[in-house]
C-alpha cells in the first residue's frame, strides 16, 4: 500500500496529465471554475488568469489564441500552471505574430 501511494504521489505532483479522476480532481484549485485572461494565452505559451483575488499561470492545449478579458474555464493542472478552455464564443482576433508586434 506505500508504494501506491507514492506512486499516486510522484503521478499527481510530478506529471504533466490532466487529472479526472474525482480524487485527484478535488485537488486541483479552481477546477470547473471560471477565470479571467488577464495576459494573453498565446498557442503552446503560457498567460496569466484571474480567479477572484488570485492570479496563476495558465495555458490552453488547444492552438488558439486568447486574449485579455476573455472568459476561461479551468480544466486541469500542469504542475503550477492551470490548463483552461475558452467558455465564450471565440471572435476573428489578430494572429499571434501581430499580437507580438504589437497589432499592427
Do not use: H
Not at 506529471?15 to 495576459?39: D, G, K, M
Not at 498567460?47 to 489564441?65: D, E, K, N
Not at 486541469?76 to 478552455?85: A, E, P, S, Y
Amino acid at each position: 500500500m506505500k508504494e501506491t501511494l507514492l506512486s499516486l504521489a510522484n503521478r499527481f505532483f510530478f506529471s504533466s496529465e490532466i487529472y479526472t479522476s474525482s480524487y485527484l480532481v478535488q485537488s486541483i484549485p479552481y477546477y470547473y471554475q471560471e477565470a479571467v485572461v488577464i495576459r494573453a494565452i498565446l498557442p503552446g505559451q503560457r498567460g496569466r488568469i484571474q480567479i477572484g483575488s488570485s492570479f496563476w499561470f495558465a495555458r490552453c492545449p488547444q492552438p488558439i489564441l486568447l486574449m485579455p478579458e476573455a472568459v476561461v474555464q479551468v480544466m486541469g493542472r500542469d504542475n503550477i500552471t492551470l490548463l483552461v478552455k475558452p467558455i465564450q464564443p471565440l471572435l476573428p482576433t489578430a494572429s499571434p505574430e501581430q499580437f507580438l508586434r504589437g497589432n499592427s
